[in-house]
């Protein structure tokens, strides 16, 4: 559905030139939810502007849904951005339009009769639980309340790409976590395309498929959303794993002297399965949990738990074997 390759980025500073972007190259298919993470500065809003073409790319070709928007004159191009949907962290609403208005906007721009566009905006309110706001002013509404304005504007033209650009980041945890279901309801009923930037890696475990991490311009760092939280290849990546995992550091909890600590994780039907139990039984090994989490990457479930294991080391290994062996993976922190 999205395609840069080989997309690069300069800005000119007075003489200097900010190199933003260097040499992109990625591919997010039809109905995906793709995450781009980084820290501040990391080049993301540059990269998400330059799916759009908000940002003239300095080299590089950008293709969506086939069309390839860097070849593209500025009417055409115009008219193919319509099939590209985009929300701001800070909402960007008109302030002295209402709700129904702002909605409204993109499809008086485009030209729609007016009996057209009013059914489209009762469609848009309903969808995204705003009937009951449809006359009040961006000012009279929660932050919650102005993002789903500002999405259900960006849906109005029934986009097949919709671009968030930190949606999340002015919103408190709760209405984080509202916002991202919409998005993710609005993905699994219109098979919309997402490609959404964030700071926050939870973000990124709640609602993507795949995720790019991006710093100093570059991707070091691509791949399904669970692969990259279970084994994550680059520093800046194991730093945006680390925010959502446990801040105590294991070692500091271990008790005896000889025993192994381990990371154990389970992905999916695993998680409900009392593997470790099983393998311990019948076994002269004593185990303590020192930590344990179960949360869910999207529609998957997944645990991590920190154990302590004591006894003889060769019965270590032999149940480290079969719990690896039963699917789980296993880590040894020391
Ligand atoms: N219009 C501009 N002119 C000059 N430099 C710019 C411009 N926009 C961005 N930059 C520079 O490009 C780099 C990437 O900026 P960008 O806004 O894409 O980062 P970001 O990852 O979105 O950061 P943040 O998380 O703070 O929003 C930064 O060094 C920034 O200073
Ligand atoms: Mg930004």
């Known amino acids: ?27 997010v298919n039809k109905g995906e939810i793709y995450g781009i993470i980084g820290h501040s500065g990391a080049g993301k809003s540059t990269l998400l502007r330059c799916i759009n073409l908000l940002e003239q790319p300095s080299g590089g070709s950008v293709k969506v849904a086939g069309v390839e928007l860097t070849a593209l004159g500025s009417v055409q191009l115009q008219k193919e951005r319509r099939r590209i949907g985009m929300i701001f962290q800070h909402f960007n609403l008109l302030t002295s339009a209402t709700v129904r208005d702002n909605i409204a906007f993109p499809l008086k721009l485009a030209r729609e009769p007016r009996a057209k566009w009013r ?11 705003l009937e009951q706001h449809a006359d009040k002013y961006p000012s009279q509404l929660s932050g919650g309340q102005k993002q789903r304005v500002g999405i259900a504007r960006a849906l109005a033209n029934n986009p097949d790409v919709l671009l968030c650009d930190e949606a999340t980041s002015a919103l408190d945890p709760q209405t984080t976590n509202a916002i991202l279901s919409l998005l993710l309801d609005i993905n699994d009923k219109l098979g919309i395309t997402i490609v959404l930037i964030t ?10 498929d795949r995720v790019a991490v991006i710093d100093g311009g570059q991707i070091v760092e ?26 105590v550091d294991p070692r500091a909890l271990q008790q005896g002297r000889n025993s192994r600590l381990l990371r154990v994780h389970y992905v ?18 004593q185990f303590a949990i020192l930590q344990g989490t179960v949360s869910r990457m999207k529609h998957t479930p997944y645990g991590q738990i920190i154990v302590e294991l004591i006894g ?6 032999r149940i480290i074997d079969v719990l690896r062996h039963e699917g789980l993976n296993v880590e040894d922190l020391i």
Do not use: W
Not at 119 to 129: A, F, M, S
Not at 312 to 317: G, M, Y
């Open 268 to 285: 999916g039907r695993l998680t409900y399965e009392p593997i470790l139990f099983n393998a311990m039984k019948s076994s002269s090994v």
């Open 199 to 208: 700071h926050e890696m939870n973000v990124i475990r709640s609602i993507c």
């Open 312 to 317: 003889e080391n060769a019965e270590i290994e």
């Open 222 to 247: 691509e791949g399904q959303v669970l692969d990259v939280f279970l084994k994550p290849q680059h520093p800046v990546t194991q730093d945006f794993v680390d925010q959502v995992s446990d801040a």
């Open 119 to 129: 059914k489209r905006v009762d469609e848009l309110l309903k969808l995204v639980g």
């Open 1 to 27: 559905m999205i395609e840069l390759t080989d997309v690069s980025k300069s800005y000119r500073v007075r003489s200097a030139s900010v190199e933003a972007l260097r040499n992109i190259n990625l591919t």
